[in-house]
């Protein structure tokens, strides 16, 4: 018994028997799961890492499983409670050593396919891994196994990264004071002074700086100034935030509900209203 031939009696039997993919994928996955163990046969492995690994649910695993084993592929006991379930695979009658020329060999000759029949460890496979763990190349080579990264296609190459635009050169305060400001009042101007001085623009480009005073040109220039005193005592990068727009909308009801200036009084001067005038005197 050894890897080719298992994978021979499986290509074998299909020609007689359709098999599905999911009984199929069962079957190269425990040799897959039987050689990564050193040939461990019997083995151990849950149903839940088996319907992970080749994508299926418990109900089609158990269906591949039972048929496979009614093919004489493998024999298998169901795990109890949560231990694992035990599968073992096998080798068909038609394809193994006749018994009763290894009963006629006089003795058991280490290594020979006779010696294997119960299902331990192949001995070639074994050899060859022996070979590999000592560094040294065995006299033939072990058959290539069907679960090689070639038989699988490549994976597509990852694509490639964006390359990254390079950084904006940071505004110095001679060309951020230059930016022609969208409100003409001293509040606005001493506000905007002390905004764009503040710690968190001092790496900000030009174009940055620009597109905050029209995003506050947007706005009356009162609520501008409220703006740019909440972002300062705030300790704000920018003028806007998620909040803005509901402030916005309650300044414009403020606006409307305030009730109008009074007018000032006309002042007036009351001694020259009533003072008299001294009466003139006509020349005679």
């Known amino acids: 018994m050894n890897y080719i031939a298992l994978i021979n009696q499986f290509w074998q039997l299909r020609r007689e028997v359709t098999f599905s993919s999911t009984e199929a994928d069962l079957y190269f996955y425990l040799l897959d799961i039987s050689n990564g163990r050193n040939w461990k046969n019997p083995f151990q ?3 839940l890492l ?3 690994t080749i994508g299926v649910s418990e109900k089609p695993l158990i269906t591949a499983r039972n048929r496979l084993k009614q093919h004489g592929l493998i024999d298998f006991t169901p795990g109890v409670k949560r231990s694992p379930s035990t599968y073992k695979l096998l080798l068909l009658e038609n394809l193994q050593p006749n018994r009763g020329e290894c009963d006629s060999k006089s003795g058991s000759e280490s290594g020979s396919e006779c010696d294997n029949l119960s299902g331990e460890n192949p001995p070639d496979i074994n050899k060859h891994k ?13 058959p290539a196994s069907v679960l090689d ?8 190459p990852a694509p490639a ?3 990254r635009s390079p950084k904006k050169p940071k505004a110095n ?3 951020v004071a230059a930016l022609p400001l ?5 509040a606005f101007a001493s506000c905007w002074a002390t905004f764009r001085a503040g710690p968190k623009q001092a790496k ?3 174009s940055a700086f620009a597109l905050m005073l029209a995003k506050l040109g947007k706005y009356p220039e009162a609520f501008a100034v409220e703006m740019l005193e909440a972002a300062i005592q705030g300790d704000w990068s920018g003028v806007e935030n998620d909040g803005t727009a509901r402030k916005y909308l309650d300044w414009q009801t403020q606006q409307v509900n305030a009730p109008a200036p009074a007018a000032a009084a006309p002042s007036y001067n009351t001694a020259a209203l009533f003072a008299r005038k001294a009466p003139t005197s006509v020349a005679a």
Request: some cysteine; charged content about 25%; proline content about 20%.
């Open 130 to 142: 022996q070979n590999e763990e000592e560094g040294t190349a065995a006299a033939d080579p072990p």
């Open 182 to 186: 969208p409100h003409p009042g001293e």
């Open 45 to 47: 492995q849950s149903n």
């Open 161 to 163: 990264k964006p390359a």
């Open 204 to 206: 900000k480009p030009l």
């Open 173 to 175: 305060a001679d060309e």
């Open 50 to 52: 088996i319907c992970a």
């Open 149 to 156: 990264a070639d038989s699988f296609p490549s994976p597509e």
